[in-house]
């Protein structure tokens, strides 16, 4: 399957973006889906991960309350609304496909087998 991440770009603190992750060439719908972000000079971490149906998610503690992940099957396509950013949240934001259509280690890297290229957030003060 191929992911492709969009909607990233320049925005001041405070600001909003919604990233977008288009699912070709497979369905996504019995995956749950998640997003990751590396931050110059810092390892890749988890952001946030969806169920399969949609209605479960998780969230790392520092985006809980700012950002918001949700999915549309019917055109295998998920989505990552980010609130209030911060410079800190400054990054390449990934998308992937898991492995399972849901579990209790989303957070982690290994759970997934597929990967987008990265959109490029920047968030300036």
């Known amino acids: 399957v191929q992911l492709q991440a969009s909607g990233g770009g320049l925005v001041q603190a405070g600001g909003s973006l919604r990233l977008s992750c288009a699912a070709s060439t497979q369905p996504i719908s019995t995956y749950a889906m998640g997003w990751f972000r590396q931050a110059p000079g810092k390892e890749r971490e988890f952001v946030a991960a969806?169920?399969?149906?949609?209605?479960?998610?998780s969230y790392a503690d520092s985006m809980k309350g700012r950002f918001t992940i949700s999915r549309d099957n019917a055109i295998n396509t998920v989505y990552l609304q980010m609130n209030s950013l911060k410079p800190e949240d400054t990054a390449l934001y990934y998308c992937?496909?898991?492995?399972?259509?849901?579990?209790?280690?989303?957070?982690?890297?290994?759970?997934?087998?597929?990967w987008g290229q990265g959109t490029l957030v920047t968030v300036s003060s």
């Open positions: 969806v169920s399969w149906s949609g209605d479960m998610t």
């Open positions: 992937a496909r898991s492995k399972v259509y849901w579990s209790g280690s989303l957070y982690r890297e290994t759970e997934y087998d597929y």
